[in-house]
């Protein structure tokens, strides 16, 4: 045995005092990893000892020390094969499921939750307990207006709430812009406005703006007539601007005085002037009534209350069908409907009513009423929807054909009775056959015309305004025959001239004149002609289809072969072309381009104003300076045929279809509407039919 203090026994109590303290630190280690995920190990998997094969010498045996310390490197509890099985989960995936789903549902529930506190903490905001009362200035003048003008009436210069704000206070001074209208047109010119460039002043003889296009579905209850409406004056504060609840009757160009009339406490008529500095007519336009008598018998759809009207005949007919006391023969005319007109109101409307009759009315009214109802669609053309495509007309045809909704096409009303409409109608041989038909209610849907408004300026302006059923302007909506940026016209009530030779052949006889040459014996080379040509691609960007091949236009009427066309053959090509220039469509999709056109061009002009003043130019063709001519692009025409829906896109492209169709033609108009609050009562509508019906009712 070794002495005590010899050196093997030091080294063997220092070899017993390392094992106890690798020992320890591999167990502290062990605690340590034991919470750390069991799904990888980090460290190399350990191996199983193999036998030793014969006639091979032994492992030579691991000290004690080496095994102390690998056991602290790679502790055993904390390795694992690798595996691509998940772990056992101490839960069932049942319980698990249902701990989400609770976890979710109380999170929707707790969202919703503070979305309904958010709301009633902002409506309580929205309420007032006090009076809000301060001094308010107010001009002498806007209280006691001068008079003047060719009938001394008094001219409304400043107006009472000019002070109210100092953004109007601002614009007291701006250039004077009037609006004559609150359509299309004139709401699109205000939402594109720059509010800090004019003083805006609209005057309508309504106070809200009317979402035409889904008028027919406000009818039958479909829609509620106050999601088609919005409140003119909220769309005017964008712009700080006035209305004046009036009527236009005149204008007075020279003094640049628009008189006004409106009916006071008293029921008196009352007129003043309102100044403008530019002036918008933009006033829409009547129902045509094509010289044929008895119209007062029939309702039209041109305004709300229109639609009002006709909800309220419709269900008071259905109402006087159930009453014992009628006899069958006047039950079957009063649920007779006709609808005069093929175009897309009519048909949209004569939709919309087979939809109430089919789908609601079998739930609260008799069925006997179903069998006697009858729809007759009176078109004067050879098929309805005349202006879509030719398939989109037949497509509308079979569909209304397949709902028992008569069309009768090649037909044209002569006259309108309390309880029958007499109408014409070419048979398939081309002979005319006057036929009566009984009716309890009739639509007339037959194109438009002139307001008397519009007819009185077209008169006063004479030559200048040939155009019997719009007002005339050129292609920068100035109204033809008033001075030079001073009036424009859009929407219905205008059309844009399509005189490109009148002017083209004006303006080269003024150019051979200041040369001292003669017009007449003017010739002109395939290079002046382009030049020609693209004056004329300016100024009437509608023409620029009709000119893509000049090459192909100069020799076609180069009729002697002689390389260049003379003044006669320049005038036979622009008229040509004229011919081939149709009249704008008078839709809403046209009104709204146009005030969104005359908005831009108001605010480039402002901006260029002082540039303008700098270099004395007030006078002359400012607009064709410094904006471009009015080009109209046409987006495509929708119509509604009863859960189904065509759309016609023009240059051929064009679909139909069911329920798909229809939600994609509701969604253009949700999108076209005009606020976030008409687009809330568009929806709240649509899911009010699908789950407790239209409405029945009048009132």
């Not at 601002?170 to 010119?189: E, N, T, Y």
């Not at 003083?199 to 009317?210: D, M, R």
């Not at 194109?447 to 519009?454: D, R, Y």
């Not at 492209?653 to 169709?661: R, S, V």
């Amino acid at each position: 045995m070794a002495a005590p203090g010899s050196f093997t026994t030091l080294l063997a109590r220092a070899g017993h005092r390392a094992a106890a303290t690798s020992s320890r630190q591999a167990g502290s280690l062990r605690g340590s990893l034991s919470h750390l995920p069991q799904n990888r190990s980090l460290f190399t998997k350990t191996t199983r000892s193999s036998p030793i094969a014969p006639g091979s010498s032994p492992a030579r045996p691991e000290a004690p020390l080496a095994r102390s310390w690998r056991r602290l490197v790679y502790p055993r509890s904390a390795t694992r094969q690798l595996s691509g099985k998940p772990l056992p989960q101490g839960k069932s995936r049942v319980i698990n499921f249902a701990y989400r789903t609770a976890a979710w549902l109380g999170g929707s529930i707790a969202f919703v939750g503070l979305g309904v506190v958010a709301f009633f903490a902002y409506d309580a905001s929205t309420y007032k307990t006090y009076a809000e009362q301060s001094d308010i200035n107010v001009s002498q003048l806007a209280l006691s207006p001068r008079r003047g003008g060719p009938k001394n009436l008094p001219i409304l210069e400043v107006f009472i709430d000019d002070d109210d704000s100092e953004e109007k206070a601002r614009q007291k001074d701006k250039p004077k812009l009037v609006i004559l209208g609150g359509g299309w047109g004139g709401v699109a010119l205000l939402k594109e406005l720059n509010p800090d460039d004019y003083h805006v002043t609209l005057i309508s003889p309504a106070n809200y703006f009317l979402f035409t296009p889904m008028l027919p579905s406000a009818t039958v209850g479909t829609l509620e007539l106050k999601s088609l409406v919005e409140p003119i004056r909220r769309i005017l504060h964008r712009v700080n601007g006035h209305f004046l609840r009036a009527t236009a009757g005149d204008i007075d160009f020279s003094s640049r005085l628009v008189e006004v009339t409106q009916k006071d406490c008293n029921g008196k008529d009352v007129s003043f002037y309102v100044p403008y500095d530019k002036l918008v007519i933009a006033v829409g336009s009547v129902s045509n009534p094509h010289g044929v008598k008895g119209l007062e018998n029939c309702f039209f759809l041109k305004d709300i209350d229109d639609a009002r009207k006709i909800r309220n005949k419709v269900v008071h007919n259905l109402e006087l069908a159930c009453l014992p006391t009628t006899t069958d023969e006047e039950r079957k005319r009063l649920l007779s409907f006709v609808v005069s007109g093929g175009g897309p109101t009519g048909v949209e409307f004569a939709a919309e009513l087979y939809d109430l009759l089919n789908e609601d009315l079998t739930l609260l009214f008799p069925r006997l009423l179903r069998n006697e109802i009858s729809v007759h669609l009176i078109q004067s053309r050879g098929h309805i929807l005349n202006t879509y495509d030719e398939t989109l007309s037949k497509y509308a045809e079979e569909r209304f054909q397949r709902d028992q909704v008569e069309v009768l096409t090649n037909s044209r009303v002569s006259e309108v009775k309390a309880d029958r409409i007499i109408f014409t109608q070419k048979d398939e041989h081309g002979v005319v056959v006057t036929k009566e038909l009984p009716m309890g209610f009739c639509l007339w849907s037959t194109g438009v015309s002139q307001t008397e408004f519009c007819q009185k300026i077209a008169a006063k302006l004479g030559d200048a305004q040939p155009n019997r059923h719009a007002l005339e302007t050129d292609t920068y909506l100035r109204l033809s025959g008033t001075p030079l940026g001073d009036v424009y016209a859009i929407g219905d009530c205008s059309t844009v001239q399509n005189n490109a030779a009148d002017h083209i052949i004006t303006f080269l006889r003024n150019l051979a004149w200041k040369h001292g040459k003669d017009p007449e014996n003017l010739e002109l080379h395939f290079s002046d002609w382009r030049n020609v040509a693209a004056d004329v691609k300016r100024r009437f960007p509608q023409a620029v289809g009709h000119l893509k091949r000049l090459d192909k236009l100069f020799y076609e009427y180069d009729k002697d072969q002689s390389g260049t066309l003379d003044f006669g053959e320049l005038r036979e090509l622009l008229k040509q072309i004229d011919n081939k220039l149709t009249s704008l469509p008078a839709t809403a999709q046209r009104a709204d381009q146009q005030g969104k056109y005359l908005a831009h061009k108001f605010n480039k002009l402002a901006r260029a104003a002082q540039g303008l003043q700098a270099n004395q130019i007030q006078d002359g063709d400012v607009d064709a300076a410094v904006y471009k001519a009015f080009e109209y692009h046409h987006l495509g025409s929708l119509a509604y045929i009863g859960n189904s829906a065509v759309f016609d896109w023009g240059e051929g492209w064009n679909m139909a279809g069911g329920l798909w169709a229809v939600y994609a033609w509701r969604s253009i108009y949700f999108a076209e509407s005009v606020s976030l609050r008409t687009r809330m009562l568009l929806m709240m509508d649509w899911a009010k039919r699908a789950l407790f019906g239209r409405d029945m009712m009048s009132y």
